[in-house]
């Protein structure tokens, strides 16, 4: 059974950072792109960066080029959103799906809350 | 243009069909994905690669597309299909993904 578990979300001021991890089980990881799509409070959803089964390619919505770092780790199964410079507009759920054959997003995790504010 | 726009609500009575569209240059090079939501949960994906279901996804639902437009529509409605509703598909450069703008759908 494939399940993502998202993790490491909070509450950060605005200009700080903050590291999101997903955990990954149930399908072979390095086979599959992932990513990450976020959705603020009471609006829709939003594609935020994915990144290639290798972890060799990445790619990032304008709003967070520059300052979201996506990697992974292919030994431990899991993934990493590294937040910088968060902005109060960068508050939302996260989620991780996984990016499937069909350039779908086939499973997701349940997310984690991301709230940049002073 | 990299958007996909859909309409914010539709009703449908219970048993009916409702059709569910989502409009974008993109989707004349693309196809679309459909993904349903409810309150509190996670998305779920309904339709994949224009008109398919992934196990599991009652066949009441099915896609298809045309030019610029894909659409979702829900044959035979049922109380437990309330929700909204999002495509998703790559923009137009190829690059990136984007999601419709969202439609929630409410049976009577």
């Known amino acids: 059974e494939v399940q993502l578990l998202e993790s490491g979300g909070g509450l950060v001021q605005p200009g700080g950072s903050l590291r999101l991890s997903c955990a990954a089980s149930g399908f072979t990881f390095s086979r599959y792109a992932m990513s990450w799509v976020r959705q603020a409070p009471g609006k829709g959803l939003e594609w935020v960066s994915s990144i290639s089964g290798s972890g060799s390619s990445t790619s990032y919505a304008d709003s967070v080029k520059g300052r979201f770092t996506f990697s992974r780790d292919n030994s431990k199964n899991t993934l990493h959103l590294q937040m910088n410079s968060l902005r109060a507009e960068d508050t939302a759920v996260y989620y991780c799906?996984?990016?499937?054959?069909?350039?779908?997003?086939?499973?997701w995790g349940q997310g984690t809350l991301v709230t940049v504010s002073s | 243009s990299s958007e996909l726009t859909q309409d914010p609500a539709v009703s449908v009575a219970l048993g009916q069909t409702v059709r569910i569209t989502c409009q974008g240059d993109s989707l004349r090079s693309y196809y679309a994905s459909w993904y349903q939501q409810k309150p509190g949960q996670a998305p779920v994906l309904v339709i994949y690669a224009k008109n398919n279901r992934p196990s599991g996804i009652p066949d009441r639902f099915s896609g298809s597309s045309s030019g610029n437009t894909a659409s979702l529509t829900i044959t035979g409605a049922q109380a437990e299909d309330e929700g909204d509703y999002y495509c998703n598909s790559r923009d137009s450069s190829g690059n990136h993904y984007v999601f419709g703008t969202g439609t929630k759908v409410t049976v009577l």
């Open positions: 799906p996984r990016v499937g054959p069909q350039d779908d997003f086939d499973y």
